[in-house]
């Protein structure tokens, strides 16, 4: 049967529910809500202060549950869906922006953009689909989201407290709204099926997002780190900050065998909205675990205060009572390890809040990994098969990610950050090309890793540890760039090389019998060959450091091209050097989105820190848009697949896809740059370096997207990028004393019409 005009906007149900890009870049936007709310409750631990941050994740929590709803209906690679999500995706990040003045003078945004976020979600989604049961189910959620309205806007121009109890009234109304069914007196109720969300999809989507929330514990440690001195004692207090994090996430997925998804679908419908109050409990304790990582990394053998202790202990504590409650009352399940947990953590308090927070943060760790070692039980598969077989094992879905690789791709928001960061504090040429040569490293580790777990089974126990391990070092890294050319040469080159001298020194061993051993063999020894220029750049000045390290990537990502050939072993087969196109195309498209998250997290605090007036509103408006067409840009022509082209091609075109996504990643990071300086002064002094910078991002993007095109799809109209290009050219000298945001503006416009030329592209085979 046909379907209707209407119901085209509903997803296939015979269709797999994978996340869409949309999808993936709202949850990013979330992070810059995360850190808001953590730096928030850091100065304050009273209980106002603690009551209000609360009540601000639950609002920010449930804008999620509603992006997260909206596209298990509808489809999101639809145009008109889309524009719902980015329009909640913007409604999102204003609402982060405001939160350290959501119970100051922002209130009124805070409220605004909340309110619009639902209602306007729910009566777009009513007026296409009028006389379909999605749509009616909208509009009974529309009215209780307006009444609801009603106490959030009024408390946004109350003073602090009065304003904190309507607050706190209308989200009671608006999560029990859903619970209810949105019942509403006079209309008839929604039917139970159409209440109902599908498994699978909730599941991967709360899967999604709490690694990403667990990353923001990484994310607010690696600054923490970077921002404290780098020595020894900060250094364990990192690491006991990422085993934190990492158990947390561990515990999540344990115990093997249970799947939310199916516990969903054979489950009544409110048992899915219990799992989203569920995931609220767990999530506020991770923030408050992100919070309290900050004092540990600052303050590691500091002064003995029983609130710094309390929060580090609170953290975890309230994570394993919503991980707790998760299991018993979704799952069904006997939950003991997590009271049992909770008990041990409280009986140790009244001893712990007299230790410094070094000590607390260790003891609170032992009791996290105690509660792993609970699970003896690995799950059936875990154990099928020799240990080359298990490493060997081939993942089910290509296309779908683990949950180590997408935490491991969170870490890359920090590094961004920091380069970001490095090339804002100085435009010098000599600057940028330092940064430029820092971001390539890291973005190298990034690549070296996905392609081993594209080689090698993600699930394998030691792979696991060893993505773990490749994360830390990572994290290293990325803290030492802001002086990774100065005094912490070392910890950044010392980074760069164990991660890749100790992944195959683990690998190679593990292929002991395979043919592939020679594979990982020929890998490591190129890299042991780019160890010497890099130790030894990091004991010269910078001058001499830039070349050698410069010549150590080019030996790096040279070596891959030309598929790491070694004089006396044998030359691999061309099959042994494939990737699956599918999963690397999937990884790829992560990480660019990842670079856009970065993008939209710094832009979102320079817009808190700067003011929330027309102007910088507008400058905010401007970066968002240029985020926006960037990816829009990313996903066309429409008929493109990168997957098929890397299975149907030479394994080398696997390798230019990694230099053209690392060449668009270098654009975004310098497009960040400059959104932080237009959203700061949107109509101040400009300079040629300033007007270069903001051009440059987006131009350098823009060549690295036209030599995708040309390189991978055999397109043989690239001449649309070939003149965004010297139209950008011409404008910059033109643009040189005009203000940041008006040449922002004239900058972004050339992009826009790019993203429609490239609508109506035929990829040309």
């Given at each position: 049967m046909a379907?209707?005009?209407a119901?085209e906007?509903l997803?296939?149900p015979?269709?797999p529910?994978e996340?869409?890009?949309l999808?993936?870049?709202?949850d990013l936007?979330?992070?810059?809500?995360?850190?808001?709310?953590?730096?928030?409750?850091?100065p304050d631990?009273?209980?106002?202060n603690?009551l209000q941050?609360?009540?601000?994740l639950a609002a920010?929590?449930w804008v999620w549950?509603g992006?997260?709803r909206?596209?298990d209906?509808?489809?999101p690679?639809?145009?008109?869906?889309?524009r719902?999500?980015?329009?909640?995706?913007f409604?999102?990040?204003?609402?982060?922006?405001?939160?350290?003045?959501?119970?100051?003078?922002h209130?009124?945004?805070?409220a605004?953009a909340?309110?619009a976020a639902?209602?306007?979600?729910?009566?777009?989604i009513?007026?296409?689909l009028?006389?379909?049961p999605?749509?009616?189910?909208s509009?009974?959620a529309?009215i209780?989201?307006g009444?609801?309205?009603?106490?959030?806007?009024?408390?946004?121009?109350?003073?602090?407290?009065p304003?904190l109890v309507?607050w706190?009234?209308a989200l009671?109304?608006d999560y029990?709204?859903?619970g209810v069914?949105w019942?509403?007196?006079?209309l008839?109720?929604v039917a139970r099926?159409?209440?109902r969300t599908?498994g699978?999809?909730?599941a991967e989507r709360?899967?999604q997002?709490?690694v990403i929330?667990v990353?923001?514990?990484v994310?607010?440690?690696g600054?923490?780190y970077s921002?404290?001195?780098?020595?020894i004692?900060?250094?364990?207090?990192l690491?006991i900050?990422?085993a934190?994090?990492?158990?947390?996430?561990w515990i999540?997925?344990?115990?093997?065998g249970l799947?939310?998804?199916d516990?969903?679908?054979?489950?009544?419908p409110?048992v899915?909205?219990r799992a989203?109050y569920?995931?609220?409990?767990?999530?506020l304790?991770v923030?408050?675990t992100a919070?309290?990582?900050?004092i540990?990394?600052?303050?590691?053998l500091?002064?003995v205060?029983?609130?710094?202790?309390?929060?580090?202990?609170?953290?975890?504590?309230?994570?394993l009572?919503?991980?707790?409650l998760?299991?018993?009352s979704?799952?069904g399940q006997?939950?003991?390890?997590?009271?049992?947990a909770?008990l041990?953590?409280?009986?140790?308090?009244p001893?712990?809040?007299r230790?410094?927070?070094l000590?607390?943060?260790?003891?609170v760790?032992l009791?996290?990994?105690?509660?792993l070692l609970s699970?003896r039980r690995?799950g059936p598969?875990?154990?099928?098969?020799t240990?080359l077989e298990r490493?060997?094992?081939k993942?089910?879905n290509?296309?779908?990610?683990?949950s180590y690789?997408l935490?491991f791709?969170?870490?890359?928001?920090?590094?961004?950050?920091r380069?970001?960061q490095r090339?804002l504090?100085?435009?010098d040429l000599?600057?940028?090309?330092?940064s430029l040569?820092l971001?390539a490293?890291?973005?190298w580790?990034w690549?070296?890793?996905?392609w081993?777990?594209d080689?090698f089974?993600?699930?394998?126990p030691r792979?696991q540890?060893?993505?773990i391990?490749?994360?830390?070092a990572g994290?290293?890294a990325?803290a030492?760039?802001?002086?990774?050319?100065g005094?912490?040469g070392?910890?950044f080159?010392g980074?760069y090389?164990a991660v890749?001298?100790?992944r195959?020194?683990?690998?190679v061993?593990?292929?002991?019998?395979?043919?592939?051993?020679?594979?990982?063999?020929r890998v490591?020894?190129?890299?042991?060959?780019?160890a010497?220029?890099?130790?030894?750049?990091?004991?010269?000045?910078a001058p001499?450091r830039?070349?050698?390290?410069?010549a150590?990537?080019v030996?790096?990502?040279?070596s891959a091209w030309?598929?790491?050939?070694v004089p006396?072993l044998?030359?691999?087969?061309q099959?042994?050097?494939?990737?699956?196109g599918?999963?690397?195309?999937?990884?790829y498209?992560q990480?660019f989105?990842?670079?856009?998250g970065?993008?939209?997290?710094?832009?979102?605090?320079a817009?808190?820190?700067?003011?929330?007036?027309?102007l910088r509103t507008?400058?905010?408006?401007?970066?968002?848009?240029?985020?926006?067409?960037m990816?829009w840009?990313y996903?066309l022509?429409?008929?493109?697949?990168?997957?098929?082209?890397v299975?149907a091609?030479?394994?080398?075109t696997?390798v230019?896809?990694?230099y053209?996504?690392?060449i668009?990643?270098a654009g975004?990071v310098?497009?960040?740059?400059?959104?932080q300086q237009?959203?700061h002064?949107?109509?101040g002094p400009?300079?040629?370096a300033?007007?270069?910078v903001?051009?440059g991002g987006?131009a350098v993007?823009?060549a690295g997207g036209?030599?995708?095109n040309r390189?991978q799809?055999?397109?043989?109209?690239?001449w649309r990028g070939?003149?965004?290009?010297?139209?950008?050219?011409?404008?910059?000298?033109?643009l040189?004393?005009?203000p940041p945001?008006v040449?922002?503006?004239?900058?972004i416009?050339?992009?826009?019409?790019?993203v429609l030329a490239?609508?109506?592209?035929?990829?040309h085979?």
């Open positions: 379907r209707t005009r119901g906007l997803r296939d015979q269709r529910r996340t869409s890009f999808e993936l870049f709202f936007a979330i992070i810059l809500a995360l850190t808001q709310l953590s730096q928030r409750l850091l631990f009273g209980w106002e603690s941050t609360v009540v601000l920010v929590w549950v992006s997260a909206t596209t209906w509808l489809d690679d639809l145009p008109y869906p889309q719902i999500i980015i329009g909640m995706t409604a999102g990040l204003v609402l982060a922006a405001s939160i350290p003045e959501a119970f100051g003078t209130g009124i945004a805070f605004g909340y309110v639902h209602l306007v979600r729910h009566l777009s009513a007026r296409p009028r006389g379909d999605v749509g009616t189910r509009v009974h529309a209780w989201f009444a609801t309205a009603i106490p959030w806007l009024i408390g946004a121009f109350l003073p602090a407290t304003r309507l706190s009234v009671v109304v029990l709204g859903v069914g019942r509403v007196p006079g008839p109720p099926q159409h209440l599908t699978r999809h909730i709360h899967r997002i709490f929330v990353g923001e514990i994310l607010t440690s600054i923490a921002r404290s001195g780098l020595d004692v900060r250094m364990s207090a690491a900050a990422f934190i994090a990492g158990m947390l996430a999540y997925f344990l115990p093997r799947s939310l998804g516990t969903l679908d054979r489950r009544p409110s899915a909205v989203s569920l995931h609220l409990i767990m999530i304790g923030v408050v919070m309290s990582a900050q540990l990394i600052t303050r590691p500091g002064e205060r029983a609130p710094w202790s309390a929060a580090i202990m609170a953290g975890p504590f309230v994570y009572g919503g991980r707790g998760l299991a018993w979704v799952f006997r939950a003991w390890r997590a009271p049992a909770m041990v953590i409280a009986a140790m308090s001893a712990l809040l230790l410094p927070p000590a607390v943060a260790g003891a760790g009791v996290l990994l105690g509660t699970y690995l598969e875990a154990k099928l098969g240990s490493l060997l094992k993942r089910k290509p296309r779908e990610i683990s690789e935490f791709d969170l870490a890359m928001v920090f590094a961004l950050t380069v970001s090339i504090a100085d435009f000599v600057n940028i090309a330092e040569i971001l490293a890291v973005y580790i690549v070296a890793t996905a081993s777990t080689w089974n993600p699930d394998e792979l540890r060893l993505i391990g490749i994360m830390f994290l290293l990325a030492a760039v802001p002086t990774a050319f005094t912490h070392l910890l080159a980074a090389v890749h001298l100790v195959g020194l683990v690998i061993p593990a292929l002991r019998g395979s043919p592939l051993q020679v594979r990982s063999a490591l020894v190129w890299f042991g060959v780019s010497v220029p890099w130790l030894a750049g990091a004991f010269l000045p001499e830039i070349a050698l390290w410069a150590a990537l030996i790096d990502g040279a030309f598929g790491w050939p006396g044998r030359r691999t087969p099959a042994q050097l494939r990737v699956v599918e999963h690397i195309a999937e990884r498209r990480v989105i990842v670079a856009l970065a993008l939209v997290l710094l832009s979102g605090l817009y808190s820190e700067a003011g929330f007036d027309f507008l400058a905010f408006a401007v970066a968002f848009i240029t985020a926006g067409a990816l840009g996903a022509p429409r008929e493109r697949r990168l997957g098929k082209v299975n091609t030479a394994p080398r696997a230019a896809a990694a053209c996504h690392g668009m990643i975004v310098v497009v960040a740059v400059g959104a237009y959203i002064r949107p109509l400009s300079s040629a300033l007007s270069l903001i051009a987006v993007y823009i036209s030599l995708l390189v799809y055999r397109d043989r109209l690239p070939g003149v965004a290009l010297l139209v950008i050219a011409g404008m910059t000298y033109g040189r004393g005009a945001l040449a922002a503006a004239a900058v416009f050339v992009g826009v019409w790019l490239l609508r109506r592209n035929a990829v085979r």
